[in-house]
């Protein structure tokens, strides 16, 4: 049965010999099996090199050498990404099958520091939506009930860490992409700064980042930490961080100023399973000693930053080897479409026109309060299916469809900003509730303070994981 083990906590066991990496990788595989019928979240395996490098793994530590901090963990990585020797769908009928020629910085990050990748996790195609639905591998559900969505683009790392599959997750966030997940699966998610986890190729102008899905604070920033390796090759790097984001765990956050917003930068009605789990977690922190704070946020104009957004937005396939255009599902071929229309001038103005509204909205960060606590998404996990009311009609209407669950994320994607959704709710009908915290330019740090000051009155990660077998 799965584990509510902590990917450092596997990591003690394998280097202290209670157990092999081998032995971790075959329960990891077998957990595969029996509940990914159930939750279709992971879209590629290769049992038999998994298991090859655990192997090696166990040979490196019998011989007294140190493969990593991670060594034996297993790891699935998000089918955006490449994996050397493995093809990349990026979920898409309409890409190359050809595998891949290298890892991607972050994968090789992760391989180099132990974890054994044993596949990859479902996608929507390209990541343009936030629920984890495509026509090449069809639904990825939600193991706290499978009748419901787990999120996206990452759901399928969501779901696999939720339902106890291996501990931690790669995952990705353009939008809201790992957040939204985490709200949805009951999950730690941090969207760190742009250009703190670079890689091979910086895409959408940097706002588009990867990271880690986990169930505890501890392993969110200890992978973080392994992710987010120097790099001097990137065209741009966020400043370095004053020590790691795991000696953060446990560290006093000191009487922050957190101002509490249930409103968004696009006019979206929230549900009350997250207006009060914002509720309840502002009265938690104000009785830790925090200040605060009600005063309504100065958002962005809602029509020039949708605007601006989605022009950007727009460009998601580009360097994506497409083999069968003709293959595209119906809403990218219109977000294609779109950004075809759009030349050089016009996709540069918004591009500009997006920094000066981040200036604005940032500066109050740090001077005015220190935190923003906000609901992670203005729904509860949809049903599954429900992405697509209006597609026949409109082709775009996925899109439009999303914006309740990346009300409140996609707006840091653009300001580049660090911000975590936390799991600090279940709401009546048994789903989880995220509240998203945002922080400073390039302050992860607070953010792995205050999350860890919460961890440890709320305890999220001692509920007992979900059994996906008995839902839907």
Known sequence: MPSTETAEEIAR?????????VEVMQAHLADIDHFDTA???????????????????????????DPGPFAGVPMLIKDLNDVAGWPTSHGSRATSTEPAHNDELAVARLRGAGFVISGKTTTPEFGTIPMTESERFGVTRNPWNTDHTPGGSSGGAGAAVAAGILPAAHSSDGGGSIRIPASCNGLVGLKASRHRITARLTKMTGASTQGVLTRTVADQAAIVDVMAAPDPGAWAVAPPLQRPLAAEVGTDPGRLRIRVSTANAVGIEPDQACVEAVESTAELLEGMGHEIDTTPVEWPDP???????????????????????????????????SALANDSIVFSESVMQLQEASRKFTAPFGTDFDLLLSPSMAVEPPLVGTIWEGADADPSAPLSNSTPMAAYTALFNVTGQPAMSLPVSMSDAGLPVGVQVAAPPFDEAVLIRLASQLESEVRWHERALPDPLAKG
């Open 13 to 21: 066991s394998i280097r202290a010999g209670e157990r092999s990496a």
């Open 39 to 65: 939750l279709n979240a992971v879209c590629f395996r290769d049992d038999e090199r998994a298991l090859a490098e655990a192997a090696a793994i166990d040979g490196s530590l019998r011989a007294g050498n």
């Open 303 to 337: 029509y020039a930053f949708l605007t601006g957004f989605l022009t950007v937005w727009a460009t998601i396939s580009a360097g994506i080897d497409l083999v069968d255009l003709e293959l595209l599902e119906p809403h990218n071929q219109a977000n294609r479409q």
